[in-house]
Structure formats: C-alpha cells, structure tokens
C-alpha cells in the first residue's frame, strides 16, 4: 500500500497483483465526482472546482467506481495497450 499526502488530500493506492484499488477523500457533490485515466494518470475531480492527478506505475484500466460519504474508490485492472478512458460516477451506485 501507498499511502500519499498532498497538502490536505491524502489518498492510498493499494496493489493487489492484477489489480489496484485508489482510495481517497473528494468533495461532492456526487454528480461532479469524476475518475478519468490517461496513459499513466489517474485524474480525480470532485466539487468545489477539485482536481487531483495519480501518477501510476504501470498501464490499467478503470474496472469500477464508487463514491459514499465523500470516499471515493477506483478499481483498476492491470493492462498493457490501453486507451484514455473515462468513469462517472452516475449510474455505478447502488
């Protein structure tokens, strides 16, 4: 585990072989929290005009996302030959 601090924002990048998990406080509203990945960042935004950037080791793809009580979780999958991609966090809540 990675645990980082950044000014007031800390968040941690847990390695579990195949996968990763990023785990960090983001401002909501929800409707505005946003994970998004290019190349080897990891960008989160979030309320309050909130953007944060993740610099990554290795080349993945964003599997799920989930935003409770101003967490928000990413799940990652360990992938070589990817593409910029996306994730909101509409409609991946239960």
């Known amino acids: ?33 946003k994970a998004s990945l290019v190349d080897h960042n990891l960008e989160i935004l979030g309320g309050q005009g909130f953007r944060k950037i993740v610099k990554l080791l290795e080349e993945v793809e964003i599997t799920d996302t989930t935003y409770r009580n101003g967490v928000l979780q990413v799940k990652l999958k360990k992938k070589t030959g990817l593409r910029n991609s996306t994730h909101s966090m509409e409609g991946d809540l239960s």
């Not at 990048?13 to 401002?27: F, L, R």
Request: aromatic share 6%.
């Open 1 to 33: 585990m990675i645990s980082h601090s950044e000014s007031e924002w800390v968040y941690d990048v847990v390695d579990h072989g195949s996968e990763m998990k990023m785990i960090a406080k983001v401002p909501g509203p929800e409707s505005e929290v």
